[in-house]
């Protein structure tokens, strides 16, 4: 079983800044993959960026440019900058990871940008 617990959203105007954070009970070179998706109200769940345990990353591409994972593994946590951000980046923000082949998830955080 593994936990992860977010947080760092907020209310923002559009332009602004967030930095989300997730730390793992378990350490992230133990995680084959780990992964920030968001939801929005009526939308499905989408993939908005993941790290590889090689250190591959790849990002959604309307927040390419805008968005940087970066891990701290001493903290077992890692984030999620976001920078520019846009009403459409409105969303429910969860964090995931792979661990031996079973995916978990935290309880997300909510990010909102106002116009």
């Known amino acids: 079983q593994v936990e992860f617990v977010e947080s760092g959203g907020g209310l923002v105007q559009a332009g602004g800044s967030l930095r989300l954070s997730c730390t793992a009970s378990?350490?992230?070179?133990?995680?084959?993959?780990m992964s920030w998706h968001r939801q929005a109200p009526g939308k499905q769940r989408e993939l908005v960026a993941s790290?590889?345990?090689?250190?591959?990353?790849i990002y959604k591409e309307s927040v390419k440019g805008r968005f940087t994972v970066i891990t701290d593994n001493d903290k077992n946590t890692l984030f999620l900058q976001m920078e520019n951000l846009k009403p459409e980046d409105t969303a429910v923000y969860y964090c995931?990871?792979?661990?031996?082949?079973?995916?978990?998830w935290g309880q997300g955080t909510q990010v909102t940008v106002s116009s």
């Open positions: 790290i590889t345990g090689g250190g591959g990353i």
């Open positions: 378990e350490n992230i070179p133990n995680l084959s993959i």
């Open positions: 995931s990871g792979l661990h031996k082949g079973v995916a978990y």
